[in-house]
C-alpha cells in the first residue's frame, strides 16, 4: 500500500507495519510526518529498517510527535535524562520490557508512545513482540465489556523500581533504587478511548496493573489475570526481528508489547526514546 511518499507493508492480520521509502534521520516535510503519524494510527507499531540514527537526530525525530517524556525511575542512571540505553549482555537474568506491558503507566500522563532504534543486535533471538488492544477490547463480550466499562484499575511501579524491587542486580540496564525513590501510583480507566482514532482498547499490564480500584488484590486477581491474559492472545499479536539500524515505533495508547528473553550469548543494545501523552480517559 502506497502513500504520496512512503509504502506501507501489514506484517500480520492483526497490527503491525513496515514502512520503505523514507529515511528518518532527515529532516521530513510535514507531509510526511503525517503519513507516518496515520501508519500508526491505522497499524498499532510501524517499523523503519536501514536507518542511521544519531542521537540528535533520532530527538528530532521524535519531537515531530510530541514533546520527549522522561522516564523517572532512569533519572541519574543513564547520561542523557531523555534517552534510555537498552543493554541486554550475556548472562543477565533479567532484561527490560520481559512482561506484556503499556509503558510507564504509573505516571498520570503516560507515554504516547517511544521509538526503539536498534544498534547491536543478535544473530537471533532479542525479537519484540506487540499486541492490539483494540482487538482485545474489540473480543469480549457485551457483558464483559459492561462490567469493566465501569472500573478504574491501579498502576504502579513498585515492582520495578527501588530498593524492594532489587531489578539492577540481575540486568545490565539499571532503574533507580536509592532510598529517595518513592513509588509512583495512578489510577486509569480499565478501558480507554483513543484520542484520535476514537476507538476503545483494552489498558492493563501485567507489568503495573496491581489491582482494581475498591477493590483487595485478592479480589481482583481473577478477573484482573483473565483480562491481562486475553489481551495478548496468539491472533492479537506480531513479531518483529530486529537487524541492524532498525526502528519500531508504537502507540502506547492502544498496543502493549514484550522483550522476548532469548538472546542467549548475545549482546543486545537499542536506544528508546519516549513521547510524551495525556491522562487516558
Known amino acids: 500500500m502506497r502513500n504520496a511518499s512512503i509504502e506501507v507493508s501489514p506484517i ?9 521509502g523514507v529515511d528518518i534521520s532527515q529532516e521530513l516535510p510535514g507531509s510526511v510526518i503525517a503519513e507516518i503519524r496515520q501508519a500508526l494510527l491505522d497499524h498499532g507499531v510501524i517499523f523503519f ?18 514533546e520527549i517524556f522522561v522516564h523517572p525511575n532512569f533519572r541519574g542512571t543513564q547520561a542523557d535524562p531523555e534517552v534510555v540505553n537498552v543493554v541486554r549482555n550475556p548472562g543477565d537474568a533479567r532484561i527490560v520490557g520481559e512482561q506484556w ?11 504516547m508512545g517511544a521509538v526503539f532504534y536498534a544498534i ?13 488492544q483494540y482487538l482485545a477490547y474489540e473480543t469480549l463480550s457485551d457483558g464483559m465489556k459492561d462490567l469493566i466499562g465501569k472500573l478504574n484499575v491501579v498502576h504502579t511501579d513498585r515492582n520495578l523500581a527501588g530498593p524492594r524491587a532489587a ?18 501510583v495512578n489510577l486509569h480507566p480499565a478501558v480507554v478511548t483513543h484520542p484520535e482514532t476514537g476507538r476503545k482498547a483494552l489498558f492493563l499490564n501485567h507489568s503495573h496493573c496491581v489491582a482494581f480500584e ?42 502493549k508489547h514484550i ?23
Request: aromatic letters at 8%; glycine letters at 8%.
Open 214 to 255: 475498591g477493590m483487595t488484590e485478592d479480589e481482583s486477581k481473577p478477573l484482573l489475570g483473565y483480562l491481562l491474559e486475553h489481551g495478548h492472545r496468539p491472533e492479537f499479536t506480531c513479531r518483529f526481528r530486529y537487524t541492524p539500524g532498525s526502528v519500531a515505533f508504537w502507540d502506547n495508547r492502544c498496543v
Open 12 to 20: 500480520s492480520g492483526a497490527l503491525g507495519a513496515e514502512i520503505q
Open 49 to 66: 529498517r536501514d536507518q542511521k540514527l544519531e542521537v540528535d537526530r533520532h530527538k528530532a525525530f521524535v519531537r515531530r510527535f510530541g
Open 101 to 111: 506491558h503499556h509503558d510507564t503507566t504509573m505516571v498520570a500522563e503516560p507515554p
Open 167 to 184: 531489578v539492577s542486580k540481575s540486568r545490565s540496564t539499571a532503574v533507580r533504587e536509592d532510598a529517595d525513590w518513592q513509588e509512583t
Open 120 to 132: 547491536e543486535v543478535p544473530p537471533y533471538g532479542g525479537d519484540t513482540m506487540f499486541a492490539n
Open 259 to 281: 522483550a522476548v528473553n532469548d538472546a542467549g550469548p548475545f549482546r543486545r543494545v537499542a536506544r528508546r526514546i519516549q513521547i510524551q501523552g495525556t491522562r487516558p480517559v
